[in-house]
């Protein structure tokens, strides 16, 4: 009996340590580093709030705003784009179909994300397909420069990269509805659209705050994007982060990557307060698998 228990016990501490030791261990040290003070080309410990000072009274928050503006802005595009998809996934195509459209979605995180960023540029460059396309049927006499090196490509390139995950826990949720209900509302004579409004999107809020956290979290952290897609000296958070290391202020970055850090926290405590993670996790019948 005692050696059940103690199986039990190292199965529940195995990941709560692995999480100490590889996440929360990280985010104290950046969380600390924050508060030490630049010393020519090292650092050195202090208790100095110098690095927030810099941060909040410089450029730097300008770019804090510009990344909750895009991200909020991509984080609705992923939804108003994964959200249909899910859907169809979950409710209206056969188990086997569902599995296999999952799968594809997945196989373009296999490919290096700067791989793909790159392959974007090409397309959407003065002489990629896009502008080639737009020539060869008229609607352009030269080629579009906005399409690339711009907001447009920036927030097209963050829409690709993170609107797939977007579409996992939105199907998750979507899956796990108990189809009762809707054929309850179908039998009551409340047309289609009523129903999903009154029952199927109210069920799957939780998936939606979640696809929500996906988005927003992953694009205000991007580096990649904003500068293959961007251009150079186009700055989010993320690559803003990045250049300040270049520089060696480790201070000014821990103090910039702790309050991304907080602004994730902040969301996953509002979905943890606002639902059951037993609805976004989803009642999924064996059949569906």
């Known amino acids: 009996m005692s050696q059940v228990r103690f199986a039990r016990w190292l199965l529940f501490a195995a990941p709560i340590l692995f999480i100490c030791v590889f996440l929360l261990v990280p985010l104290a040290l950046t969380f600390t580093i924050s508060f030490w003070e ?13 690095a927030y000072k810099v941060f909040f009274s410089g450029v730097r928050l300008s770019v804090l705003r510009t990344s909750l503006g895009f991200a909020a802005v991509v ?15 979950a409710l209206r195509v056969s188990p086997r179909v569902s599995q296999t ?11 290096n994300p700067i791989i793909r960023n790159f392959s974007l540029a090409y397309i959407l460059g003065r002489t990629g397909p896009v502008n080639s396309f737009l020539k060869e049927i008229g609607l352009i006499e030269r080629p579009v420069d ?3 090196f711009s907001d447009f490509s920036v927030i097209l390139g963050l829409t690709l990269s993170y ?12 899956a796990g509805i108990d189809r009762r ?28 705050f979640a696809a ?22 186009y700055q989010l958070m993320g690559n803003t982060i990045t250049s300040t290391l270049d520089v060696l202020n480790y201070p000014l970055a821990a103090a910039m990557s702790s309050i991304v850090a907080a602004t994730m926290l902040l969301f996953l405590v509002l979905w943890y307060r606002m ?8 009642k999924i019948t064996l059949r569906r698998f």
């Open 75 to 89: 984080t609705v595009l992923g939804l108003l784009t994964a959200y249909p998809i899910a859907y169809f996934l």
């Open 163 to 174: 609107m797939p995950f977007m579409i996992y826990p939105l199907w998750l949720s979507l």
């Open 146 to 148: 906005w399409l690339l």
């Open 181 to 208: 209900y809707a054929e309850a509302s179908w039998v009551l004579g409340v047309p289609p659209v009523k129903t999903f409004l009154r029952v199927t999107l109210p069920l799957s809020l939780p998936g939606v």
């Open 275 to 282: 639902f059951d993670i037993q609805l976004f996790l989803g």
């Open 212 to 233: 929500s956290i996906f988005g927003f979290v992953g694009t205000f952290g991007e580096s990649s994007v904003p500068i293959i897609l961007g251009g150079l000296g």
């Open 101 to 111: 459209c999952l799968f594809l979605f997945a196989v373009p995180f296999v490919i």
């Open 38 to 50: 630049r010393s020519g080309f090292t650092i050195k410990p202090g208790l100095s709030l110098d």
